[in-house]
């Protein structure tokens, strides 16, 4: 990175984390749970090298045990509406058709939710290159997408997140996978994509110089993955974004279930997680202390295992991207 970049990087961090200390001075709920954050307690487990993070978190319980079902949804009113926000609750205008908010309950020490100025459902394959522009243009974040059965809340108003890039394990991951373990795909003159074999979870990377090519890969895989879950109103999907030097990363987590066994267990054996982008980025969030505490790196892996796709379809999926390579 060179130094115009660099600065550049800070430009925009700044405007990011002065919205965020201009919002914390006019909300007192919001600078309470930033505060808090300094005290919310962290352990981590490493697993054939890798870090998992466990992050004690019990202001996510609203997240991590709303009730996202169709009726649930219907009774309630949208928090991401504009009429029902608090009026504490600053906007930062992008640009486009999406505002930036200062996520209330934060993960991150800078938390943001990117949030639709429409009440439309929670969609990735028409919203693909916005979120690519909006990664490009929070440099030094990296941006998220919770499917509508993978652990967004408001699964009924368009919505992205964004946290400070380097805190999920996988930021800093990357790279060393590559090198140690990437299966490379397919590569054409701007775009690469990978699937890893040791990273505990079923994971695609792509890494593109060019927007427009790395939307198109990713639209055809996401449609191949469509094709194995017709029954869904999108494949079932985690996905993180971020941009720097030039070039987009994007890792996408392709799922078969919404909520683990524990979640739904009782007594001692219930751990309450609801596995989203954030967790699937190597940091588990547990709401509950007794969670936090009891929670083991296997349990952790067998997470990993009930939520990601099924092998049979993995293997299809990491063979339509090589076939689709081939014809470039
Ligand atoms: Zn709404």
């Known amino acids: 990175m060179n130094e115009t970049d660099k ?3 800070m430009e925009i961090e700044d ?3 002065h919205f965020l200390e201009q919002q914390n001075q006019s909300w007192p709920l919001s600078a309470s749970n930033y505060r808090g ?3 919310v307690e962290e352990k981590s487990f490493s697993i054939g090298g890798w870090t998992l993070k466990v992050q004690f978190n019990p202001e996510r319980i609203r997240s991590s045990a709303a009730k996202v079902d169709a009726g649930s949804i219907a009774a309630r009113k949208c928090f991401l509406c504009r009429e029902n926000r608090p009026p504490e609750q600053l906007e930062l205008e992008t640009g486009g058709e999406f505002l930036i908010l200062v996520n209330p309950y934060p993960i991150f020490r800078h938390h943001f939710t990117i949030t639709s100025l429409r009440h439309t459902d929670q969609r990735i394959l028409a919203n693909l290159a916005t979120l690519l522009s909006l990664a490009r243009e929070m440099e030094g974040y990296t941006l998220f997408y ?4 993978c652990g967004a809340s408001a699964p009924d108003h368009l919505h992205f997140q ?3 890039k ?3 394990p996988v930021d800093t991951a990357f790279e060393r996978l590559k090198w140690e373990d990437g299966a490379l795909l397919m590569e054409s003159a701007t775009t690469k994509i990978w699937a890893f074999d040791t990273y505990l979870r079923k994971m695609i990377s792509l890494e593109t110089s060019d927007a427009e090519s790395g939307v198109c890969f990713m639209k055809r895989i996401l449609e191949t993955l469509g094709s194995m879950q017709p029954e869904k109103a999108e494949p079932m999907i985690n ?3 971020s941009w720097s030097a030039g070039k987009w990363i ?3 987590f392709p799922r078969k279930l919404h909520r683990p066994s524990y979640y739904f267990a009782e007594g001692e054996a219930q751990l309450l997680i609801s596995p989203a982008s954030v967790d699937l980025g190597g940091v588990f969030i547990t709401p509950r202390r007794e969670d936090f505490e009891k929670i083991t790196s296997a349990d952790i892996l067998d997470i990993f295992d009930q939520i990601g796709l099924e092998e049979d379809k993995m293997e299809h999926l990491k063979q339509a991207i090589r076939n689709d390579g081939a014809k470039k």
């Open 166 to 168: 380097g805190f999920m």
């Open 15 to 17: 405007r990011f984390a």
């Open 7 to 9: 600065q550049r990087g």
């Open 239 to 241: 996905l993180l974004c």
């Open 37 to 39: 954050l300094a005290k």
């Open 146 to 149: 919770n499917g509508p059965e």
């Open 250 to 252: 994007l890792h996408l």
């Open 162 to 164: 964004a946290g400070e």
